[in-house]
């Protein structure tokens, strides 16, 4: 655990407690930082929303803007959470941070902290844009203190957090819609039917504008790259950094958002090319495991995907992948041990991959019953110490493509072994 987490964690309760008031109570003692903020995108939704935040990001920064985001969890550092106009907030301006922030929290969680001390942070450095991305849920998520975005987003919602959010897709999304403020446009990502009506009932009830993908506008590969077409134009460009069909979609929302703020059509491409998101269908080449899988002549995905609508996502992948290139499969996966396990392997059910299950640091699934559960699914499973382990069988075995799956923070561990590989 990098030094900042832990600094938290032993100050702050480490709970989950849905509710604005102590946060209200906290940016209050701060002097409201979240009134000082430049110009908020607000992100909410299920799955897709750090990719649609970095390609916001990347397009805004290639127009020229000075953007600051707030995204969590970090992978590797604490410091991956806040960025300042294009750069990672320096150790020395966080802990400073942090101890205004001590001086006054009372009972502030440590979610509730971190992001007071991104709006801190952001209030501080001059910026033309923040894009800040919701921790959990939207109605009474700790960035839910913003009180007029310029733009509210809704990426894809389904079902994750059932702890909190329930199990019901209405109430699940208008949890998020939550981030809908009065007056400000919302852009909605293509959505089930039942989460679409209540979002558009949360926005009637708010009177905020909505842009709907698949109604308004649309997004689709096309001859390697990517048309989008909304009522007033239609834009062919290059095809997204980020890998996965999925990712077209993410992109389209990204391209409204990006039109939402009148910035030019070159800054879209050059920005959707350039667009990078760690651990997400993220190709592994440096490091000891992607030295090791090279060693091999084989290929080394990481994606932190942790729900059966992101293990969708990435069974769709592979299999786009081995129709173009077959290759023997292999899946190194670990996941915490509240997540739906069983939605996620009856998703990869088909891949015809053999499953390596590994723990890692902090409240993981145990290996032998994880293991258990893909068997239950027709996938042959192995428990193993460690993802290096791990790796390691499944290149003795002959795998030629393996994907790390199922955690962002077995993902985090996996790009925290070297300098190589840490998010910048």
């Known amino acids: 655990m990098d030094p900042v987490s832990e600094r938290l964690r032993a100050r702050h309760p480490q709970r989950i407690d849905l509710s604005l008031d102590r946060m209200k109570a906290l940016c209050a003692a701060l002097g409201d930082p979240q009134l000082r903020l430049p110009p908020v995108i607000h992100v909410a939704g299920t799955n897709g929303k750090g990719s649609t935040v970095s390609m916001i990001l990347a397009i805004a920064e290639t127009a020229g803007l000075k953007v600051h985001a707030y995204t969590s969890p970090h992978l590797v550092r604490f410091n991956e959470r806040i960025r300042l106009a294009g750069t990672l907030i320096e150790d020395d301006q966080l802990n400073a941070i942090l101890d205004r922030i001590e001086a006054v929290s009372g009972e502030a969680t440590v979610f509730e902290s971190t992001t007071a001390a991104a709006f801190v942070a952001m209030s501080e450095t001059p910026a033309d844009l923040a894009i800040i991305e919701v921790g959990l849920g939207g109605v009474l998520d700790a960035t839910n203190v913003i009180e007029r975005p310029l733009l509210s987003v809704i990426a894809p919602v389904d079902y994750d957090h059932a702890e909190f959010l329930g199990t019901d897709l209405a109430g699940i999304a208008a949890e998020k819609a939550g981030v809908l403020k009065p007056g400000a446009p919302g852009v909605i990502a293509r959505q089930h039917e039942v989460a679409m009506a209540a979002i558009e009932r949360a926005a009637q009830v708010v009177h905020a504008p909505l842009t709907v993908m698949g109604v308004d506008f649309d997004a689709w590969a096309e001859r390697g790259g990517l048309a989008f077409q909304d009522q007033e134009r239609f834009l062919d460009l290059p095809a997204p950094g980020l890998a996965g069909a999925h990712q077209i979609d993410n992109a389209g929302v990204a391209i409204a958002a990006a039109l939402e703020l009148d910035l030019p059509e070159a800054a879209i491409a050059e920005g959707l090319k350039a667009v990078r998101w760690p651990a997400r269908l993220q190709r592994i080449s ?41 290759r023997p499969l292999a899946l190194i996966c670990g996941m915490l041990a509240n997540k739906d396990a069983g939605g996620f392997f009856a998703a990869l059910k088909d891949s015809q991959a053999t499953v390596f299950t590994v723990g890692f640091d902090g409240a993981a699934a145990d290996p032998a019953a994880l293991a258990a559960v893909a068997r239950g699914h027709g996938l042959a499973a192995t428990p193993a110490g460690s993802v290096d382990e791990a790796l390691k069988l499944a290149l003795r075995l002959g795998a030629g493509r393996v994907a790390i799956c199922g955690s962002l923070y077995l993902a985090g561990e996996v790009l925290g072994a070297s300098r190589e590989t840490w998010p910048a």
């Open 286 to 326: 440096a490091g000891p495991y992607g030295e090791a899988a090279k060693a091999a002549d084989a290929e080394l995905w990481l994606d932190g995907g942790h729900n059966p609508h992101a293990a969708r996502a990435l069974a769709a992948f592979l299999a786009d992948r081995q129709a173009r290139a077959p």
